[in-house]
């Protein structure tokens, strides 16, 4: 597990996607621990390397049949111990670590979730997070109609649903669909989000 600390009042648990911590999560972490929060990622593969974008297969296999969207295995557990110790506690995922991120939402455990092209959140959709819920989702997916998933969600309580021109991974800067543009617009989304959580009322 990742764990950087720095003394704040704000923790962000980083939910990776199915490759595991690989370079651009560990980018994510240090992003946000360079403003001042202290950063939590759980290894959720137990692997001590993560897999390669070429064994997209096998590590989306490994996830399915190891891990699964079950946030009471690794990630309530962590929530519940670290839940004592910060003001504001959010959590932000990735692909598969979005739709853990939805479904954590509802143990009460963090203040605010932001989730990013999770696309099996459509799986659950009709669970409302019961926190803040940021959602950014990518206009052209293969497995799913985001547009679909984007109007659901709009309709949601509390869910600020963003559908961004590009394809899954955007934000990624080691992805092949990355997209800089919206990439950036996306972090200033996050941003905008994180602040009103962090300077809300308690």
Not at 44 to 50: F, K, S, V, Y
Request: with cysteine.
């Amino acid at each position: 597990m990742i764990a950087l600390r720095c003394a704040s009042d704000t923790a962000i648990v980083v939910l990776h996607e199915i490759y595991g911590i690989n370079p651009h999560i560990r980018r994510v972490c240090h992003r946000y621990h360079g403003q001042g929060i202290d950063v939590f990622c759980p290894n959720l593969t137990g692997r001590g390397a993560p897999f390669s974008r070429e064994q997209q297969q096998e590590a989306y296999r490994f996830f399915r049949e190891r891990i699964g969207f079950d946030p009471g295995v690794q990630v309530l557990p962590l929530l519940r111990k670290l839940r004592p110790d910060y003001r504001t506690l959010i959590v932000i995922g990735f692909s598969v670590g979005a739709t853990l991120a939805w479904r954590s939402a509802a143990s009460g455990l963090c203040d605010g979730i932001v989730c990013h092209y999770g696309s099996r959140i459509r799986d659950y959709s009709d669970n409302p997070p019961g926190c803040p819920a940021l959602v950014i989702m990518a206009r052209h997916e293969d497995a799913f109609n985001p547009e679909a998933l984007h109007d659901v969600l709009c309709r949601s309580p509390g869910v600020d649903s963003h559908l961004f021109n590009s394809r899954h991974g955007f934000c990624d800067a080691d992805s092949d669909h990355f997209d800089p543009l919206h990439a950036r617009l996306a972090a200033m989304e996050v941003e905008r989000f994180i602040t009103r959580l962090r300077h809300s009322e308690p």
